[in-house]
């Protein structure tokens, strides 16, 4: 038991540690959108000789965060817990981010740290101006 709850420790401070201060640079949160996913549960009941089957429908949403940053847009979700319930952030505003090897992190405006699974990173172009 002891040296399961010595792992857990190490662990999470292991995890906490993985973002250097140099990493983090600033990036703008261009938008948060929700993809609603749907789940079917089917359970069978046996009791003697009956049997009966439930069926539960459920649905919930996983927000997908945008982030632009140094030309580039990155479209993100959630790590763990973090994958179901929104952050707290602010639309258009500033946040800090870090990308360490392949993952990225995000600090939300507490400044706590969350592990980001990265979905598509697009480069982002200049858009033409038109002459007058």
């Known amino acids: 038991m002891r040296l399961a709850l010595a792992f857990l420790i190490l662990s999470l401070l292991a ?3 993985k973002v250097p201060d140099s990493a983090w ?11 609603q996913r749907a789940v079917t549960t089917q359970r069978e009941h046996a ?3 009956r049997r009966h089957s439930t069926t539960t429908d459920t649905s919930y949403q996983i927000p ?6 140094n030309g580039y847009e990155y479209e993100a979700i959630g ?3 973090d994958r179901r319930r929104r952050l707290p952030f602010t639309i258009n505003g ?3 981010y870090a ?13 706590k740290q969350h592990k980001m699974t990265v979905l598509k ?5 200049p858009h033409p101006v038109e002459p007058k």
């Open 15 to 17: 995890q906490a540690a």
């Open 64 to 69: 997908h965060y945008i982030i632009e940053a």
């Open 99 to 111: 990308i360490v090897g392949a993952d990225l992190y995000i600090q939300d405006e507490q400044g």
């Open 79 to 81: 790590n763990g817990g």
């Open 121 to 125: 990173k697009t480069l982002q172009t």
């Open 25 to 35: 640079q600033a990036g703008t949160l261009a938008d948060i959108s929700d993809e």
């Open 94 to 96: 500033p946040l800090k």
């Open 47 to 49: 009791y003697g000789s």
